[in-house]
T-cell receptor, first 113, second 117 residues
Framework: DQQVKQNSPSLSVQEGRISILNCDYT??????FLWYKKYPAEGPTFLIS?????DKNEDGRFTVFLNKSAKHLSLHIVPSQPGDSAVYFC????????????FGAGTQVVVTP | GAVVSQHPSWVICKSGTSVKIECRSL??????MFWYRQFPKQSLMLMAT?????????EQGVEKDKFLINHASLTLSTLTVTSAHPEDSSFYIC?????????????FGPGTRLTVT
């Protein structure tokens, strides 16, 4: 059963605009959430994370928002750049799972000029 | 820092043969390594977790006799797909966590594309 869901398989956004990627989870034991970026035939690279004790974390152009009551998180990228075109994975972990990550299916982002 | 390599990057093998994939942490000591597989347009699915010097812990539904994992040193883990079949064709990715890493830190390798004919 998929515990982390990214319901939008793809997203197209114009350069300079905001990209908003969404992620939902079902396991209330998850207490740490991460976003990864992945290019084809490469491993994921870490972007940004958030602990369940926070509702927002910002790092440059990337901001992650967490709504625990809705079991929902989102990644905002602003402004979007052509180099942001990639697949973005949401991942979640529970302290009791010793750092094992559950991944969503990913969202393909295409940034157009 | 925190570079993880995988070898080979891609491999084609015949059905019934075995293939070994290596995962190395190049500039840090990896106490824990994770093995994932990814089917096209799907998420990364954790197959197993290995701690150096210990037996790997496999996720539910993963055949431990088919996917042999060895983590004999702090810089090397291997995944051997035994008696491979076409349905084992997938993208296999490893990740590593170091001695000084936080519990959620994982550094991913570039992946290995396995095609079984």
């Amino acid at each position: 059963d998929q515990q982390v869901k990214q319901n939008s398989p793809s997203l197209s956004v114009q350069e300079g605009r905001i990209s908003i990627l969404n992620c939902d989870y079902t396991n209330s034991m998850f207490d740490y959430f991460l976003w990864y970026k992945k290019y084809p035939a490469e491993g994921p690279t870490f972007l940004i994370s958030i602990s369940s004790i926070k509702d927002k974390n910002e790092d440059g152009r990337f901001t992650v928002f967490l709504n625990k009551s809705a079991k929902h998180l989102s990644l905002h990228i602003v402004p979007s750049q052509p180099g942001d075109s990639a697949v973005y994975f949401c991942a979640a972990s529970a302290e009791q799972s010793w750092g094992k990550l559950q991944f969503g299916a990913g969202t393909q982002v295409v940034v157009t000029p | 820092g925190a570079v993880v390599s995988q070898h080979p990057s891609w491999v084609i093998c015949k059905s019934g043969t075995s293939v070994k994939i290596e995962c190395r942490s190049l500039d840090f000591q990896a106490t824990t390594m994770f093995w994932y597989r990814q089917f096209p347009k799907q998420s990364l699915m954790l197959m197993a977790t290995s701690n150096e010097g210990s037996k790997a812990t496999y996720e539910q539904g993963v055949e431990k006799d088919k996917f042999l994992i060895n983590h004999a040193s702090l810089t090397l883990s291997t995944l051997t797909v035994t008696s491979a079949h076409p349905e084992d064709s997938s993208f296999y990715i490893c990740s590593a966590r170091g001695l000084t890493s936080g519990p959620y830190e994982q550094y991913f390798g570039p992946g290995t594309r396995l095609t079984v004919t």
